[in-house]
C-alpha cells in the first residue's frame, strides 16, 4: 500500500500498542518491523506498578540487544 502511494515501505514506522510481557513475542515483532511497542500498565498504586515497570527495564535491553 505505502509503494501504491509513492512511499518508500523502509520509511515507515510501525508502532504496536499493548505489547505482551512476552520477550519472544517481543522479538518477533521487532524482527518483522515493529519500530515502537507500547506497554499498558493497570490502574494501580506505585506498589503495584514499580515492580511491572522493573520487568520492562530488564526486558527491554534484551529486545534491543
Given at each position: 500500500?505505502?509503494?501504491e502511494?509513492?512511499?518508500?515501505?523502509?520509511?515507515?514506522?510501525?508502532t504496536?500498542?499493548?505489547?505482551?510481557?512476552?520477550?519472544?513475542?517481543?522479538?518477533?515483532?521487532?524482527?518483522?518491523?515493529?519500530?515502537?511497542?507500547?506497554?499498558?500498565?493497570?490502574?494501580?498504586?506505585?506498589?503495584?506498578?514499580?515492580p511491572?515497570?522493573?520487568?520492562?527495564?530488564?526486558?527491554?535491553?534484551?529486545?534491543?540487544?
Amino acid at each position: 500500500m505505502a509503494e501504491e502511494a509513492g512511499r518508500d515501505p523502509a520509511s515507515l514506522s510501525v508502532t504496536l500498542g499493548g505489547a505482551p510481557e512476552d520477550l519472544a513475542v517481543l522479538r518477533r515483532n521487532r524482527d518483522l518491523g515493529v519500530t515502537r511497542m507500547t506497554v499498558r500498565l493497570p490502574p494501580g498504586k506505585a506498589d503495584e506498578i514499580l515492580p511491572i515497570l522493573d520487568r520492562w527495564a530488564k526486558l527491554i535491553p534484551q529486545v534491543n540487544g
